[in-house]
């Protein structure tokens, strides 16, 4: 009810959904016969029993649980600071890291060989888009062939909700995006040369486009 996304409540009942598998496995109907005891089975079923292996997803849950259970201190059903009998594992830098995270020397190498390569297409421009700015893709697919400003050199994020590109956060979301030089040249000359002329079903023009 503060604000939060769609998105966040759906990850918090997944990841909650395995503490409530747990409860039913061992006969657990109220947040009262909870114990101290009872956090230290969960962990050990999260590690042994469920379908989590990488320790960060597991810290994910575990995480989510201190949640509930901080919630819940506020409403009386537990003692103050009982939350915190659940013990987050340590997650090495290996464990942490994304692979499909991708270095910024990298994207940049790889917007540098469709520029000398394959100057000007699709591929180019969303690469030296997202590489450059860090949006998220969803935020590339929502702009519109008007959002983007070529004096000015800037892209324009708008929350279209009416018309099915919803930016992650809403209205909060929208903000002008400033390109360098050579991402505008690549724009440009993706608009002149190479992007396909549709129009979608709600009338609007997407700057980012396929025949369909």
Same mark, same amino acid.
């Given at each position: 009810? +503060?604000?939060?996304?769609?998105?966040?409540?759906?990850?918090? %009942?997944?990841?909650? $959904?395995? *503490?409530?598998? *747990? !409860?039913?496995?061992?006969?657990?109907?109220?947040? @009262?016969?909870?114990?101290?005891?009872?956090?230290?089975?969960?962990?050990?079923? #999260?590690?042994?029993?469920?379908?989590?292996?990488?320790?960060?997803?597991?810290?994910? !849950?575990? @995480?989510? /649980?201190?949640?509930?259970?901080?919630? !819940?201190?506020? %409403?009386?059903?537990?003692?103050?600071? *009982?939350?915190?009998?659940?013990?987050?594992?340590?997650?090495?830098?290996?464990?942490?890291?994304?692979?499909? +995270?991708?270095?910024?020397?990298?994207?940049?190498?790889?917007? &540098?060989? /469709? &520029?000398?390569?394959?100057? *000007?297409?699709?591929?180019?421009?969303? +690469?030296?888009? /997202?590489?450059?700015?860090?949006?998220?893709?969803?935020? #590339?697919?929502?702009?519109? #062939?008007?959002?983007?400003?070529? @004096?000015?050199?800037?892209?324009?994020?708008?929350?279209?909700?009416?018309?099915?590109?919803?930016?992650?956060?809403?209205?909060?979301? &929208?903000?002008?995006?400033?390109?360098?030089?050579?991402? $505008?040249? $690549? /724009?440009?000359?993706?608009?002149?040369?190479? %992007?396909?002329?549709?129009?979608?079903?709600?009338? %609007?023009?997407?700057?980012?486009?396929?025949?369909?």
């Amino acid at each position: 009810p +503060w604000g939060v996304q769609p998105s966040t409540v759906t990850a918090h %009942r997944g990841r909650l $959904a395995h *503490f409530q598998a *747990f !409860c039913a496995k061992r006969g657990i109907e109220e947040l @009262g016969n909870v114990r101290p005891e009872t956090l230290d089975q969960f962990q050990q079923y #999260l590690r042994e029993h469920s379908s989590l292996e990488a320790t960060a997803s597991i810290k994910s !849950c575990l @995480g989510a /649980l201190r949640k509930l259970l901080k919630s !819940c201190e506020r %409403r009386g059903a537990f003692d103050h600071g *009982f939350h915190k009998l659940v013990i987050l594992p340590t997650v090495s830098k290996e464990e942490g890291q994304d692979e499909r +995270w991708l270095s910024r020397e990298d994207a940049q190498a790889i917007v &540098e060989h /469709l &520029e000398t390569y394959r100057p *000007f297409t699709k591929q180019h421009v969303v +690469w030296a888009i /997202l590489a450059e700015t860090g949006i998220r893709q969803s935020t #590339l697919h929502a702009f519109d #062939l008007d959002d983007y400003d070529a @004096g000015a050199r800037y892209l324009m994020a708008v929350n279209r909700e009416e018309t099915d590109t919803r930016l992650k956060n809403g209205y909060d979301a &929208e903000r002008e995006i400033s390109i360098s030089e050579d991402a $505008a040249q $690549a /724009l440009d000359g993706y608009i002149k040369e190479n %992007r396909n002329p549709v129009t979608d079903e709600h009338g %609007r023009d997407p700057l980012i486009t396929t025949w369909n």
